[in-house]
Nanobody, 127 residues
Framework: QVQLVESGGGLVQPGGSLRLSCVAS????????MGWVRQAPGKEREFVAA????????GYADSVKGRFAIARDNAKNTVHLQMNSLKLEDTAVYYC????????????????????WGQGTQVTVSS
């Protein structure tokens, strides 16, 4: 089992940047594919970005491609989401999620495929 704690959310103007971080407990962080999922008020959870166990494979929702970047540091049990050129529609609670997997290069694009979740961090884009 893994516990996830997100940080880095906040209030930012359109066009600004934020970097979200997620720290995982335990010694087996590298056994998990990781992802970021967001949920805006009144909407369902939406996939944002994913990264494989080894970090060599990443994937993004079309809505954030070219603006967001996911990365992980297995030595520090962390995964980051760098968000640039933020838009009003990026406003949401952002969740870090983990899926245990034997596959070193798979990424997962559906929120339903993740087994463990953090508590979320609020990102508000507003002028």
């Amino acid at each position: 089992q893994v516990q996830l704690v997100e940080s880095g959310g906040g209030l930012v103007q359109p066009g600004g940047s934020l970097r979200l971080s997620c720290v995982a407990s335990g010694r087996t962080f590298s056994s998990y594919a990781m992802g970021w999922v967001r949920q805006a008020p009144g909407k369902e959870r939406e996939f944002v970005a994913a990264i494989s166990r080894g970090g060599g494979t990443t994937g993004y929702a079309d809505s954030v491609k070219g603006r967001f970047a996911i990365a992980r540091d297995n030595a520090k049990n962390t995964v980051h989401l760098q968000m640039n050129s933020l838009k009003l529609e990026d406003t949401a609670v952002y969740y870090c999620a983990a899926k245990p997997t034997l596959d070193y290069s798979n990424t997962y694009y559906s929120p339903a495929m993740y087994d463990y979740w953090g508590q979320g961090t609020q990102v508000t884009v507003s002028s």
